[in-house]
C-alpha cells in the first residue's frame, strides 16, 4: 500500500509491488543521471511530453532506490514492468507531482 501523501507510488517489477518514492538522496543520485541539466528541466520534459525513455528508466531506479529497493539500473532495463513503458512513465510523473507539490495543493 502507498501514501501519496509521503510521496509514494507503486509499482510491479517482475511481478513483485514495488514502493517508490523520490528520497533527497535519489533527488540528487538522478540529477546527476539525468541530461536535463535540472530536476526543473526534468519536471518541464515531463509536463511537455518530451522525455525520454533513459529519463523514464533513470527516475524509476531513483524512485525504487528511494523505497528502499536493491536493484541496479541494468537489471531494471531488462525487468519486466506490469503494463510495460506507458506504466513506468506514468509512475515517473507521479513520482515528480508527488516530489514537488505540497499536500493540499492544488496540481
Avoid: C, Y
Avoid at 18 to 47: D, M, N, Q, W
Avoid at 89 to 96: N, T
Wanted: glycine letters at 14%.
Amino acid at each position: 500500500m502507498t501514501n501519496p501523501w509521503r510521496g509514494e507510488v507503486a509499482l510491479t517489477i517482475n511481478g513483485e509491488p514495488h514502493v517508490l518514492k523520490l528520497t533527497l538522496g535519489a533527488l540528487a543520485a538522478l540529477e546527476a543521471r539525468v541530461e536535463a541539466g535540472s530536476l526543473v528541466a526534468l519536471v518541464e520534459r515531463f509536463e511537455g511530453g518530451a522525455f525520454s525513455s533513459a529519463d523514464v528508466l533513470a527516475l524509476v531506479h531513483a524512485g525504487l532506490l528511494g523505497g528502499g529497493a536493491v536493484i541496479s539500473i541494468q537489471e531494471l532495463g531488462q525487468a519486466d514492468i506490469a503494463g510495460g513503458p506507458m506504466a513506468a512513465a506514468r509512475a515517473g510523473a507521479e513520482l515528480l507531482a508527488r516530489a514537488f507539490i505540497v499536500p493540499g495543493e492544488n496540481a
